[in-house]
């Protein structure tokens, strides 16, 4: 009996590819383009691809060692931020920053306070207002794991040149916005 393989008959790159995901360019216009840049185009998409999937590969398993969501972890780094600025969060600025409701941002803070990531205390100036704060632990894992990244994504920007930078700035930027119109 022969084996079967469980690799896909189609390479990673094919479906990146618009000769093959839309041979009739009703989406993607590739009429006059040399094969050469449209593979070099696939290799920036498949970069992009690669990028992304280690990224949320490495935030999950950082999430899921300290067993939190994606919510959570952006609360922490929005602390560990603040902290590094010597600035006095409230939940008010938190629920803003999040883009969340107040009874959201109870239930995040009761989380994260019942799991040891942070300490609420009275604000040190308006007595009607709370200050959050990230633990010393908390603000060491978050250091660690999210800060390792981001040293490792400011080094490889650093050995761009100023110009690679600019052009990746746009190429970043262009992205973005027609993200943001499509969403």
Same mark, same amino acid.
């Given at each position: 009996m022969?084996?079967?393989s469980?690799?896909s008959?189609?390479?990673e790159? !094919?479906m990146?590819d618009?000769?093959v995901i ?8 590739? !009429?006059g ?5 449209i593979?070099e185009?696939?290799q ?22 300290m ?8 609360a922490?780094?929005?602390l560990v ?8 969060v409230?939940p008010?600025m938190l629920?803003d920053?999040l883009?969340?409701?107040?009874a ?10 019942? !799991?040891?990531h942070?300490?609420?205390?009275p604000h040190?100036?308006d007595?009607?207002a709370?200050s959050?704060?990230?633990?010393k632990?908390t603000?060491?894992?978050v ?9 490792h994504?400011f080094?490889? !920007?650093a050995?761009?040149?100023s110009e690679?930078?600019?052009?990746v ?14 969403g």
């Amino acid at each position: 009996m022969p084996e079967h393989s469980t690799r896909s008959p189609v390479p990673e790159d !094919a479906m990146l590819d618009p000769r093959v995901i839309d041979p009739g360019q009703e989406l993607v216009s590739f !009429a006059g383009m040399e094969p050469g840049d449209i593979a070099e185009i696939v290799q920036v998409l498949s970069g992009i691809r690669r990028w992304r999937e280690s990224e949320q590969k490495v935030s999950f398993r950082s999430r899921s060692q300290m067993r939190l969501n994606e919510t959570d972890m952006k609360a922490l780094r929005f602390l560990v931020a603040a902290k590094n600025q010597n600035i006095v969060v409230t939940p008010g600025m938190l629920a803003d920053h999040l883009h969340i409701s107040s009874a959201s941002t109870t239930k995040l803070l009761d989380r994260l306070a019942k !799991a040891g990531h942070i300490e609420r205390s009275p604000h040190p100036t308006d007595r009607r207002a709370l200050s959050i704060t990230i633990t010393k632990q908390t603000h060491e894992q978050v250091r660690d794991g999210v800060g390792r990244m981001h040293a490792h994504r400011f080094k490889a !920007a650093a050995e761009l040149t100023s110009e690679e930078r600019q052009t990746v700035i746009r190429f970043l930027d262009r992205l973005s916005s027609e993200a943001e119109a499509q969403g």
